[in-house]
Nanobody
Framework: QVQPVESGGGLVQPGGSLRLSCAGS????????MVWFRQAPGKQRELVAW???????IYADSVRGRFTISRDNAKNTLYLQMNSLKPEDTAVYYC????????WGQGTQVTVSS
């Protein structure tokens, strides 16, 4: 099965910023809304934000105003700009379609800690 490749995570202090990237395959990426999910230790995977093929965006209440999702259809790449990071944003971040068309990738670890 095809997996996306997430990157850009790391260790950052509270209030800091990170930009995540997700490289997907063209046949799936170009025709689907794309979603960032995250899973914190001991918790279920949750939806963070998604962007339609036309660029409409929707955010979870917990990240609205701090995170920005975007996509580059020419590069089959999804982005998540994360600002004003909080310790509760610590999680492994994954990308996929709403219907989970991709196999889950390895994700990218984001740790927010002083």
């Amino acid at each position: 099965q095809v997996q996306p490749v997430e990157s850009g995570g790391g260790l950052v202090q509270p209030g800091g910023s990170l930009r995540l990237s997700c490289a997907g395959s063209g046949s799936i990426f170009s025709v689907n809304a794309m979603v960032w999910f995250r899973q914190a230790p001991g918790k279920q995977r949750e939806l963070v934000a998604w962007v339609t093929t036309g660029g409409t965006t929707i955010y979870a209440d917990s990240v609205r105003g701090r995170f920005t999702i975007s996509r580059d259809n020419a590069k089959n790449t999804l982005y998540l700009q994360m600002n004003s990071l909080k310790p509760e944003d610590t999680a492994v971040y994954y990308c996929n379609t709403l219907s989970h068309s991709y196999a889950w990738g390895q994700g990218t670890q984001v740790t927010v800690s002083s």
